[in-house]
């Protein structure tokens, strides 16, 4: 009897002991497959993308491809665990010797890094749509339709001409996964950010609505691209002329009309283009800016230097700065000097 009780008990210890360890092996494969680290590659970090419309299979295929994870087959059952299945889209930060736990939850949340977007010296809705899709997901052409969009610049109380102006040059913080729809409204907000009570004041004192800052901005730009210092005598010279109903009589205008940037010397037989641009044919300033004016150069508009200059002309040095003149008489004296000296350089276009 007391032996068969020895036997029941040593049975029931072995059964338990098996027991506990099945237990034990089962959860420590659950707490490898949850907690364990499963990020193991040289460097500390990694950047990764996850684009939009993406479902888990893709997710867990890049992440196989690209090494981050070696088993696929724990991730997904993690996953299926903690009812994950649509990544949010981002651009991520994969740091060395995260879970799977880890890596869902990241995922999941779409905490992700921000990205320093800076875009200047552009000319062109083409020129923008191509920064911008460089460093954000968002899609190029798609940017480029809503641009030139009646009913989308409308939204937003522009016209297709003048939309261009929404859009301020400067570095902003966005996310890589950001929408064309996106961007462009965070540039609204942008912009509404930059037209204070005090610079919508100084636009109505000059006579200007916000629209035809940007536009004569964009202008004073392309007349002076280096001297940033000359950009309010600038301003000064064509607010002057406006005021007196002269034309503008702008090169760059000229340039941006015939849509040939590689043109140095513009010559009388590029000024009989027809075009609203065309602001040696027409009087005011033409439809829409001719570049995206950076802030200098709004400013340089909003705080323009108040003289009595009609006529500017490149100096003959080369230096980027400009003689001024208020006769005609004495601003051909500057003319012939600089085009002796284009000239003399053999520059002929």
Request: charged share 25%; net charge positive; hydrophobic share 35%.
């Amino acid at each position: 009897m007391r032996k068969k009780r020895k036997e029941n008990i040593r049975y029931f210890l072995l059964l338990f002991l098996t027991l506990l360890s099945a237990t034990a092996y089962i959860s420590y494969n659950y707490y490898v497959k949850i907690f364990h680290a499963v990020v193991d590659f040289v460097e500390e970090e990694r950047t990764f993308y996850v684009y939009s419309g993406w479902s888990f299979e893709d997710l867990s295929t890049a992440l196989f491809v690209e090494g981050i994870i070696q088993n696929q087959e724990s991730f997904q059952w993690v996953a299926e665990k903690k009812q994950f299945s649509t990544p949010k889209a981002g651009k991520y930060t994969i740091t060395k010797g995260l879970s799977n736990n880890e890596l869902i939850n990241l995922f999941r949340s779409g905490h992700q890094e921000t990205i320093q977007l800076t875009f200047n010296t552009i000319r062109t809705a083409e020129e923008l749509a191509s920064r911008v899709g460089k460093q954000l997901e968002c899609d190029s052409l798609e940017l480029i339709r809503l641009m030139q969009s009646p009913e989308y610049a409308n939204k937003y109380g522009f016209n297709p001409a003048t939309f261009f102006c929404m859009f301020i040059p400067n570095t902003y913080d966005f996310y890589w996964s950001t929408s064309a729809e996106e961007f462009i409204a965070r540039m609204a907000v942008e912009y509404k950010k930059y037209w204070t009570e005090d610079r919508k004041e100084k636009a109505r004192s000059i006579g200007l609505s916000q629209s035809e800052v940007s536009i004569l901005a964009s202008i004073v730009q392309a007349e002076q691209m280096i001297r940033v210092d000359e950009r309010p005598m600038v301003a000064g010279l064509y607010i002057n002329r406006l005021k007196r109903g002269m034309r503008l009589q702008s090169d760059p205008t000229l340039v941006y009309a015939l849509g040939d940037f590689s043109i140095n010397r513009v010559l009388n037989k590029h000024k009989v283009i027809e075009s609203p641009y065309n602001t040696y044919k027409y009087a005011g300033l033409p439809p829409g800016p001719i570049n995206l004016p950076e802030l200098s150069s709004l400013e340089a508009v909003l705080n323009y230097k108040r003289h009595d200059y009609i006529y500017m002309c490149a100096k003959a040095d080369f230096s980027s700065y400009h003689h001024f003149s208020k006769s005609l008489r004495q601003h051909n004296i500057y003319a012939r000097q600089y085009q002796n000296e284009l000239n003399r350089r053999r520059i002929m276009q």
